[in-house]
Structures are given as C-alpha cells and as structure tokens.
C-alpha cells in the first residue's frame, strides 16, 4: 500500500562558485542541518538519508557516500546512492520518498550536492570514450543543435532565450541562496555577452558552482509532528514519476522527447491536474541553457507544442505578473551545483507551497511542478506538490 | 514469506556473464545483452513485462562520466520505462526495486549490475574511494586496506593465517562445480600456505581475483512470481547499513553493519542452510560469517564467492542470485545473501530468502 510522504524540512546552502571555506562534507552537512531544523528534528529522529550527485569526476572522489556516511549522521543507518545524470537531484528525493511511501521509513533525509570547484565539469564531461564518438564541447554544445532545431521547428525570435536569461536573473535576486546576483541584468547586456555556442550567449547558460541541497520526507505521522513543533506546513507529495529513454536511435524526438511527456502524463494525472498551466501556481523546471524554458513549456503541456515562445514572450512565466511563473527561485540559470540543481527545483516548490519562499513567493501558492532532467534530454524525475494534504 | 507486514517479492530469474580477467570481445553493452536475454528467456517474459528497472555501476571503472547511460540499449528502453541507477553495486540496485515493489502498483522489476575493471587500474580506482582529504593522497590499495583488516584479526587472536588459506581452498574447490567461475582448483591448506605474501599477511590465494562482469535477476511480487516461476525465492527480510569510513575508528575485526542489517533481516530468525558472502579478501569472509552469527553447519558460498569471481558493481548482486538459486533449484529452503561495499567491508547488505 501507498503511504503519504511529504517534505517536512528543507535547506540548501548559498550557492557560490568556489566553497573553499568548507569540505565537501561540510557543504552537505550545511544544508542537512538547515533541513533538520527546519523540521524540527535531529539526526537520530533520521532513519535513513539517500544521497544523489552527478558523475563522481566532478570532484574525483570515487562514491563520496561512503566518506560522507559519518558527515551525514548515517552510521549504523542504511545510506544509499543514486546517479542518474542531471536529474539525479530529482531522483534522489523520489527514491527517498518511496522509502516513505512504501512504510519502510517515517523520517528519511535526502541530499544532493556538487562541488564543482573542485575539479572541471566540462573536462570531465569529454573524457573520450572506447567504441563511442567523441563529444568534446561539454552540454552546452550538445544542446545548441537541439535549440537551433527548434527555433527552426517553432519559428520562434531570436530573442527568446535572452529573455529567459534576464527574467530568470531578475528573479534569483530575489533569492539570498543564488549563485548569480547580476541586479543590471539586460536584454542588451545578454546580447552583448560572449558567443559560446550559438545561439547561446555566455549570459544564456547555468553558472558553475558549488552548493547542496536537502529535504526531510516523512510520513503522515512525522508530517503532524513536525507541523506540532515548527508551526511550518507541510508540503505533501501529489504525485511523483520518473521516465527514461535511449540517447539516440533513427526517429528519436530530441526536441519534445517523449520520456518527458510521459512523465508528465504520469504525474499529472496521479496528481488529478488536466490543465497544467492553470492549475499549477508555479513550476520549478530544469533550464540549464535559456532556451529550455519555451521547450519544457510544451514538453510539459503548458502549452502547444510550437507555442512555448509566445508564453515566455508575453511575460506568462514571469513571477512579476505572469499566471505561471517558472524559477521564481532563479532556477538553474542563477544556481548549479550539478548534482543539486535538480533536487532544487524539488525543492524550490516545496517553499512555494509551505509559503516559505520569502522575497520569491508566489501569493497563495497550493499546487506546484518539480522537474529535472538529464542526460541527452532521456532522463526524466518529476513531482507535484500541494498544501492540501491528498 | 515477508514479516513485517512487506509485500511478498520474489526472486524468480537470474543470469550472470562469464567472469573473465579481460572481456576484450565486448563493451559493457554487450556484455549485458546476452546476460538480458536470459534472464528473460529463463522464465519466458521479454522487458515489456516489468515495471521498473534499476542499475548499479560506477564511472569510474570506464573512467568516463554517466557509464550507465549507454547500459540501457542493452535493454533497449523503448517506449520510455520507469528507471533508476545507484552508483553502487547491484545489491543495492535490488533494494531499490524491492522497495519500489512494495506499494502495489508494479508487479514486477528487472535489476542488474555491471562493470569491467580490466578498462582501469583497481588499486588506483579504489584508492579513490577513500577519504579525498586525509585518505587519498597517501593512495592506499586496496590489497594494504585488507591487509591491515587481516591483521587486526591476526593480532585480535581471532584467526590465524591457516584459517585464511582454509576459506581460500575451500571456495576455489567449490568453484571447480560453478560453470561461471574464473579461478577454481583444488589445492590443500599446506600448498596455499607455501605461497609468498603480496602484502603480508595475505598471501596470493587470500586474494580475490580481477573479473570483468556482470549479471541481471528479475523481481516479482505475489501471484506474478508463482506464474514465472516454479519456486520462486522469497525475499523474506532485506536491510543495508553503514559504518564510519575512517579505518582507524573502526573494530575492523568486526562487522557492526552487517549484525545490524542481520537483524533487521531477520537471518536467525530461522535455520540457515547456505550463505553466500560477499567476502573479496579471504579474511573478510570469517568476519562476515561471525557478524551473521554463522553456524558450522552451514553451507557457506558453495559458488566459490568473490574469491572465485570478483566482478565489481555486481559480485553483490551475484551472491543474491546464486543464494536465492539454491532455492529456485530445490536444494535449499532458507539462505542467506551478503553483499558489501566500500574499503574493509565498510557497508553491508544482507537479504534472507525463502522458498514456500
């Protein structure tokens, strides 16, 4: 049987470009106690903690969680480890959330990291692999291509992705935990910003930084309990799903792929939502390059497919005026700690509707869409979250 | 069948590929392509027939990032699956899919581990599985991690250097019958004795050998497991834990995780007939044997164990497959199966099966 799960803690660190004023183990436990506290518990109130990053040669520590387990208070406790590419943030709550959903666990902390100053992404996102064609310009450069087919695809302005970069940035100053505060963000200074993979300007691409995130997921009982002694709500799972598909064969949608859809379809409708755009109040969405936003609009079903660019041009996703503001946080545009940036966004709209989000709020927040993905746009982490308890 | 209150899941498939030193023929896809095909064809289902799927590997053995990510043509994930991966040997792969099992909605999951160490250096890899700040950049092998654990016990007077040639003979003569093994002989005590040390006090025979490899098992619940199977293996408890990683604060004579996780798991609960440890450096197996609290009388890795094919990712998972076999063939009711992670058996996963 299906138990209810819900986020009753939440805490991520300040997202910079360089932590070297703590370890690895430190930048965990930093967002690991904030979530503790948030909800009201300690580290023996914990029975088990799912811990998620991207490649380990990103900080070339071979399956950190063994070193992390006494960090992270799970000594004499079970620890698990899950990578599943970009989405690994999202996945990690999920596999923690099911460790709750199936009635194994009351309490489990999950957490996501990266410390990307520690080693270099993009060298370790090209190391030549036997038998496979070499990608030697990092994810930028895989997904330019898939930008240029759908600017052609959806005949969208050039302007689009510009408009993301500032709107996302504007939003993130909003945010104390962002990496990027760039308060004279503009059309013009995106403009003007390097070419690096066209047509992404420099300013139209996810920073590199070092940063965790972490939640509590409980059960019905640890949710009252933590709502008893905090006075916080809350946040209760709707629906979660998880999708995956091959990177490449002849006929394979990289644009509107179709693990995406089906992902959503999942979780929509075990969540009851038939209209995403005017049921949810926002959405957190993984836009690690600009134009990921119109492309997960119709990927999600916000809008139809070709029409991505029309939401974004006319301010819809805009937390300032817009009826379904996406990254009100300032998404990955504005923090990514790789392995984090995922369980972020999960994250992000647990605050949304706890009404915790402060500066970046969205009034009256109750239903909201987490998402992550990853790999060549084949891996696929989503949950709905609600203030009503389901 | 399951206590507390879990939903039945059974073993009902497993497959694994040869263990060789060197797969020179195949990448890993093609290794885990007849490897799919047989653990499907054993109980005459195709992928279509399970719900969820879940992995385990690490990047580092293919020195390259997401390793798993190609994995999955091997399946051919088509139209889109529910799937998941841990950066952890397919032991835990199977904990996953066992827990995804338990709420109702899927009946039925495809679980498999993979790796081939013959692509990198182990004693560099594994190295790197140590603490990055105080550990890594002295690079301790992992022969001098298992030497210093056999030296604990050495110097604890719980074993001496015989009983480690014993464990060594005993699992290599096993695997003169398991069709998949990579080193089977059968040699006496005083013969292994004879040999010299490679890091004193583990002789050659103590060390597990270096395997590429993999292998797959399928879960099913309840009613679906009795259709695909005759006897199916019942997982009747399943636990993991972890210990702290520093080798210095730990008792490395002993196995606090694993008791734990035996507990939780319910191993004496019951008579056990056969275990199969996942014990890679001789040594280790006595202390797993004891953490479980072993009898004499029980039948331990009568497949030869990781001594007798060390493939790393999915050795773990192996020993589920080859514990809940002794099931599914009639020849046992009750087992037990270990697996471990991490340096000087740091983590520990036991599972105990059943048949009806």
Avoid at chain 1, 208 to 221: E, I, N, P, T, Y
Avoid at chain 2, 10 to 28: G, I, K, M, P, T
Avoid at chain 2, 192 to 220: F, K
Avoid at chain 2, 232 to 251: K, M, N
């Amino acid at each position: 049987m299906s138990e209810r799960v819900a986020v009753i803690g939440a805490g991520q660190t300040h997202h910079k470009a360089k932590r070297d004023d703590v370890s690895i183990a430190g930048l965990v436990r930093e967002a690991a106690l904030r979530a503790l506290e948030d909800a009201g518990v300690g580290w023996k109130e914990i029975d088990a903690v799912v811990i998620g990053k991207a490649p380990d040669m990103f900080e070339g520590v071979m399956m950190p969680e063994l070193y992390l387990a006494p960090a992270l208070g799970a000594v004499g406790k079970p620890i698990f480890r899950v990578h599943t590419a970009g989405s690994v943030g999202g996945s990690t709550a999920l596999v923690a959330a099911h460790l709750v959903s199936s009635g194994i666990h009351q309490r489990v902390l999950s957490v996501a990291f990266e410390k990307q100053s520690d080693s270099d992404a993009m060298w370790a996102l090209s190391v030549p692999q036997p038998f496979s064609a070499p990608l030697l310009a990092g994810a930028g450069g895989y997904f330019a291509p898939h930008i240029r087919a759908y600017m052609r695809r959806s005949g969208a302005p050039r302007d689009i992705g510009m408009k993301v970069a500032v709107k996302d940035r504007l939003q993130a100053l909003k945010n104390p935990y962002a990496h990027l505060h760039l308060p004279d963000i503009s059309l013009q200074m995106v403009e003007e910003s390097i070419m690096l993979w066209d047509p992404l300007h420099y300013l139209e691409a996810c920073p590199s930084s070092d940063g965790a995130a972490a939640m509590v997921l409980g059960s019905d009982k640890a949710a009252s309990e933590a709502q008893a002694a905090t006075g916080r709500r809350p946040a209760w799972v709707h629906g979660m799903a998880m999708r995956s598909e091959p990177t490449m064969f002849a006929g394979r949608d990289q644009i509107n792929p179709q693990a995406g859809r089906d992902c959503a379809k999942d979780v929509y409708a075990q969540a009851g939502v038939s209209d995403p755009r005017s049921e949810f109040d926002c959405a957190e969405v993984y836009v690690p390059f600009s134009w990921y936003e119109p492309m997960w609009l119709e990927n999600l079903g916000f809008c139809a497919e070709g029409d991505g660019w029309k939401l974004t041009e006319e301010g819809a996703t805009a937390l300032d005026g817009g009826d379904i503001p996406w990254n009100c946080s300032g998404g990955v545009l504005s923090s990514n700690p790789i392995g984090a940036s995922g369980m972020l966004r999960f994250l992000e709209v647990a605050l949304q509707v706890r009404g915790e989000a402060g500066e970046h709020q969205v009034d009256g927040a109750r239903l909201a869409l987490g998402q992550a993905y990853g790999g060549g746009s084949q891996f696929f982490a989503m949950w709905v979250l609600g203030s009503e308890r389901p | 069948m399951p206590r507390q209150g879990h939903r039945p899941v059974a073993v009902v498939s497993f497959a694994q590929a040869d263990n060789v030193r060197r797969e020179l023929r195949r990448n890993e896809v093609e290794t885990l392509m007849p490897v799919f095909a047989e653990v499907f064809s054993n109980i005459g289902i195709t992928k279509d027939d399970v719900g969820f799927i879940c992995s385990g590997s690490t990047d580092y053995l293919a020195g390259g990032p997401f390793s798993f990510v190609s994995a999955l043509d091997a399946i051919g994930v088509w139209p889109p699956r529910t799937e998941s991966h841990v950066e952890m040997d397919g032991a835990w792969a199977l904990y996953e899919a066992w827990v995804r099992l338990q709420e109702g909605d899927i009946d039925a999951a495809l679980v498999y581990g993979f790796g081939k160490s013959s692509m990198s250096d182990l004693s560099k890899v594994l190295a790197l599985q140590l603490d990055p700040y105080v550990l890594a950049p002295l690079w301790p092998d992992p022969v001098s991690v298992a030497a210093l654990q056999a030296r604990s016990l050495l110097d604890a007077g719980k074993a001496t250097e015989r009983d480690f040639a014993e464990v060594a003979a005993r699992s290599r003569k096993a695997a003169l019958s398991n069709p998949k093994a990579q080193v089977a002989y059968d040699r006496n005590v005083a013969e292994l004795m004879g040999e010299d040390y490679v890091v004193s006090p583990l002789r050659t025979h103590t060390l597990p050998p270096i395997t590429d490899g993999a292998a797959a098992i399928v879960l099913a619940a309840g009613d679906k497991a009795f259709e695909w199977a005759e006897r199916p293996a019942w997982i009747t408890g399943i636990d993991h834990r972890v210990e702290t990683h520093s080798l210095g604060a730990r008792d490395l004579t002993a196995s606090a995780s694993t008791t734990k996780a035996a507990e939780v798991a319910g191993v004496n609960d019951g008579t056990v007939e056969v275990a199969e440890l996942h014990a890679p450096f001789a040594p280790q197996e006595l202390i797993v044997a004891a953490a479980l609290g072993l009898g004499d009388d029980v039948l331990v890795n009568p497949s030869g164990g990781a001594l007798a094919a060390n493939p790393i990712m999915s050795a773990g998972l192996i020993r589920i497959g080859e514990a809940a076999s002794r099931i599914m063939d009639g020849s046992a009711g009750r087992v037990v199966a270990h697996a471990t992670s991490g340096p000087a058996l740091q983590q520990n996963l036991v599972a105990v099966l059943e048949g009806v």
